[in-house]
C-alpha cells in the first residue's frame, strides 16, 4: 500500500519480528519507521524527511489514521504502535545480549540516565550506552544530520562502541532524517529506529492509553484530554490527513 506516495510495509507483528532477526543477524545496518499520519503529511512538503522515509528498510503503520486511510483504498492494514515495536525488539535483544545506544534528545521530558535504568529494571541483560543529545544546536552552532550522524559514529569508534541497535527519540521529522545519514558510517549499527515519544512511557514520565482505548482506535482523544496543547497535532492527524487521502485517492 502507498499513501501520498510513501510505501507502507503491510506486515503481521509475527513477520515483522521476523525481519528484526533478520535485521539482526546480517551484518550491515537496516533502519525500521514507524509511520503515523504526521510523518506523511509532513512528508509530502519536507523533501529531506520523505526521502529519509524512502530510504527505510522497513516502513510500519502506526496510527490509526493509516489503518483508515487503508481502508479507503480497500486494504486491511495491519498497526502495530511504534512503542510495542520498541518492547518487541528490547525483548529480543535482551535475550541475544546486544548491546544498544540511545540517542536521548536532551530537551525531551525522560533523561538518557532515566530511560536507561527504566530499560534495565525490564531488561537486565542489556548492554546499554548514549547521551542526551541536541538535536540541532552544539557550541551554539546549527549541526545538520549527516554531521551529527558522523560526530556519533566518530565517538562511536573512540569507545570502542560496536551498538547493534540504535534507539532514537529525537521525533520527526529529526531522528528519521539523523538515522538514515547513519547508513553509510563505518560504526552503523544493524538496526536503528526512531521511537518518537516510547520512552516516556517506560520512565512513567508519560502514561500511556489503556489498551481498549488503543483498540478501538481512540489513543488520539486519550492524547487530547492529557495533553490539550497538541490539539494542532492531532486535528492534522484526525481530520485534515483523512480529508488528504480522499482527494488523493480521488485523483488518481
Known amino acids: 500500500m502507498r499513501i501520498f506516495g510513501i ?4 506486515l503481521s507483528r509475527e513477520a515483522i519480528l521476523e525481519r528484526v532477526d533478520f535485521f539482526l543477524d546480517e551484518p550491515r545496518f537496516h ?6 499520519p504526521e510523518f506523511l503529511l509532513e512528508a509530502k512538503k519536507n523533501a529531506s524527511f520523505r526521502e529519509a522515509l524512502l530510504a527505510a528498510d522497513l516502513r510500519i503503520a502506526d496510527g490509526f489514521g493509516i489503518v483508515l486511510a487503508g481502508w479507503l483504498q480497500g486494504e486491511r492494514v495491519r498497526r502495530v504502535p511504534g512503542a510495542d515495536l520498541m518492547e518487541e525488539i528490547l525483548k529480543v535483544a535482551n535475550v541475544k545480549q546486544l548491546s544498544i545506544f540511545l540517542a ?11 530511560i536507561r535504568s527504566a530499560i534495565l529494571k525490564k531488561y537486565p541483560y542489556l548492554k546499554i550506552s548514549g547521551a542526551d543529545i541536541d538535536p540541532q544546536i552544539h557550541d551554539s552552532r546549527f549541526i545538520p544530520p549527516a554531521r551529527l550522524a558522523e560526530a556519533w559514529a566518530k565517538r562511536a569508534g573512540r569507545a570502542g562502541i560496536h551498538d547493534s541497535i540504535i534507539l532514537c527519540n529525537f521525533g520527526a ?3 528519521e532524517i539523523f538515522l538514515s545519514h547513519l547508513r553509510d558510517m563505518s560504526e552503523a549499527p544493524r538496526l536503528a529506529m526512531g521511537v518518537g515519544g516510547s520512552f516516556d512511557y517506560l520512565t512513567g514520565r508519560q502514561k500511556r492509553a489503556p489498551e481498549w482505548v488503543r483498540a478501538i482506535g481512540l489513543e488520539w482523544l486519550w492524547r487530547l484530554i492529557r495533553q490539550p496543547k497538541r490539539w494542532k497535532r492531532i486535528w492534522n492527524a484526525v481530520c485534515v490527513f483523512p480529508f488528504r487521502v480522499i482527494f488523493d485517492t480521488i485523483g488518481k
Open 7 to 10: 510505501p507502507i510495509d503491510n
Open 173 to 175: 521529522p529529526e531522528q
Open 31 to 36: 533502519r525500521i519507521a514507524t509511520v503515523n
Open 104 to 114: 536521548v534528545r536532551a530537551d525531551g521530558l525522560s533523561t538518557y540516565e532515566e
